[in-house]
């Protein structure tokens, strides 16, 4: 039997794109701390999907300045931070 308190979430549309964005920014904040993982890493992902360039950390600035701003005031030509 199911626990009453248990809840399930469920996400669609456009919201599918943001969590994409924030389980990325998790995983390259954790390879910029030094976790290494099997596969692709979310620093080449990123760079590759939205053509930042950079160090490990000037990317996840990058990102983070990407993901809190409103999708309107972007460009990627404006993005590039050193």
């Known amino acids: 039997m199911k626990n009453s308190n248990e809840k399930i979430i ?3 549309g456009e ?3 943001y969590a994409r964005l924030l389980t990325l920014k998790t995983a390259l904040r954790l390879e910029v701390q030094g976790l290494k993982g099997r596969g692709r890493s979310a620093y080449s992902i990123v760079k590759e999907e939205l053509g930042f360039r950079g ?3 000037s990317v996840l600035d990058q990102l983070s300045l990407y993901i809190a701003l409103p999708l309107s005031s972007l460009e990627k030509d404006t993005m590039y931070i050193e």
């Open 10 to 12: 469920t996400i669609k």
């Open 15 to 17: 919201q599918v794109d």
């Open 55 to 57: 160090s490990k950390q």
